[in-house]
């Protein structure tokens, strides 16, 4: 049901590379795992989605053609923002050590058909017969280098939208419920570098390699667009449709003042505290905690600071924003840990599903009426966990101890209809899937014992799942 990774498509067509050419996979089962090297210093990472008016955006860059920082443009959309002609739509802070990698995932788990049975009666919805997954939110993962004495951040953002469905009937279209599924369409904005030209052969085709493609370089202490994009696109004409368009309404020209997607990104380095003598404990309690807060709130605080200070002035902030009743402490999962082993923690509850149905049966009423559409019957089920959960492992470090974990949030936000059958008028749910939030971070951190630990921040999500752009979600870890 999942979606296949683009790794996962690299990698498969590794395997038709010519016989006569090396094959750089062979002879590496048994090869050992080099370590990791020693790992270098800390860093915070921002990356900031806003969707402002494409004529605000143009008039800006068009008085400022030599501009390489775009922190004057961030400046500009901020107060956008504050005026109402701009939208803050994500905020992501990732926290992180060069020479290692990171990844954080805010990503709602939408389910929806592929196929559909014909042969269906006039009154009937079209009984679904196999369904995907598809991911809607933020990813970005990469990792953090020294490039000329230079702090510099590789990372893939990508961004996942689901747009407006299309039901596949004028029956569906009536007699739907808003939240049910049909057949949806997505949106993806992705920034990503293609592999290096030495990984090409003679021919210019890639060898296979045993890594994703490089994230986009950025240096330290500036601030990137990363992207500049339309936020919508105009829909296809479909030709043969009900309603004829002229040739100027089926291509009109794009309004002045449609939306832009502008995505800014910046990363500074964090001073790490001196490395502690002490040896480091057998046993330890790892907490990990999650804290949502206003979007603009922290947006605003943000942009008033120096990024290599976030981490040390938050814990003061979100103190002053905890009296006015702006702090809201979602979960927190403490466990028992061992330095020299992994530690898995936690608190989860089992959801079962079911994933296959039997289609729909007929029965007669007993007036001799005509056949009526019964429920369909479950055939096949699967388990999700939601809760929290954390991966750790404290390492040592010439620097100091290192603490590389995963920390995740799922959260069952209920169920989305794609069949419905009538009665006595009214239209009843009749299959549905389950809806899954999910908020994943996966990084390496220097260890400060005793500290809370800033890890990340990532979306917050309503009760139905969606997307909440007013809120977002702060993520702490701390060891003792």
Known sequence: MKAISPLVLLLAGASLCPAQEENPFLNQTTAKKAPPADAGESFLSLEEHILAPADLVDGWMAAHPDEKDAAGLRAAAQGWIADGKATLDFTGLNSGIVGREFATDSVLEQIFPTEFETGNRENEWKFPTSFETHYVGYQIKGDAIRQKDELELRAELRVMKMLPQQPWDKLAAETSLPGDI????????????????????????????????????????????????????????????????????????????????????????????????????????????????????????????????????????????????????????????????????????????????????????????????????????????????????????????????????????????????????????????????????????????????????????????EIDHDHTVLGFVKVE
Not at 381 to 403: K, M, V
Request: glycine share 8%.
């Open 182 to 465: 049909f057949t949806p369409r997505f949106r993806n904005f992705r920034v990503q570098q293609e592999a290096p030209a030495e990984e090409r052969d003679s021919r210019g085709r890639i060898r296979p390699v045993r890594r994703d493609p490089q994230g986009v370089g950025f240096p330290a202490r500036m601030t990137h667009l990363a992207l500049r994009a339309d936020e919508n696109l105009p829909e296809p004409v479909i030709k043969g449709a009900e309603v004829d368009l002229s040739e100027s309404e089926a291509k009109p020209e794009p309004a002045a003042d449609r939306p832009l997607r502008l995505i800014f990104f910046r990363n500074d380095p964090v001073e790490d505290a001196p490395a502690s003598e002490a040896p480091l404990p057998e046993d330890y309690l790892l907490t990990m905690r999650l804290i949502q807060v206003d979007q603009r709130r922290l947006s605003d605080w943000l942009q008033k600071r120096d990024l290599g200070s976030v981490t040390k002035e938050l814990n003061e902030a979100l103190e002053g924003w905890n009296q006015n009743g702006g702090v809201e402490i979602l979960r927190t999962l403490t466990g028992a840990g061992r330095t020299g082993t992994t530690t898995m923690i936690e608190d989860a509850r089992e959801i079962v599903y079911p994933t296959e149905y039997e289609p729909c049966r007929r029965t007669t009423s007993e007036d001799g009426k005509d056949s009526r559409l019964e429920f369909a019957t479950a055939t096949s089920f699967e388990t999700r966990n939601a809760g929290g959960f954390i991966t750790s492992a404290i390492q040592p470090d010439p620097g100091g101890p290192l603490l590389r974990f995963e920390m995740e949030r799922i959260i069952h936000s209920g169920f989305t209809v794609h069949h419905r059958v009538q009665r006595d008028g009214e239209w009843v749910a009749d299959i549905t899937m389950p809806r899954f939030s999910t908020n994943r971070w996966q990084t390496t951190l220097r260890l400060k014992r005793g500290d809370w630990m800033f890890v990340g921040s990532g979306a917050a999500f309503k009760e139905n799942g």
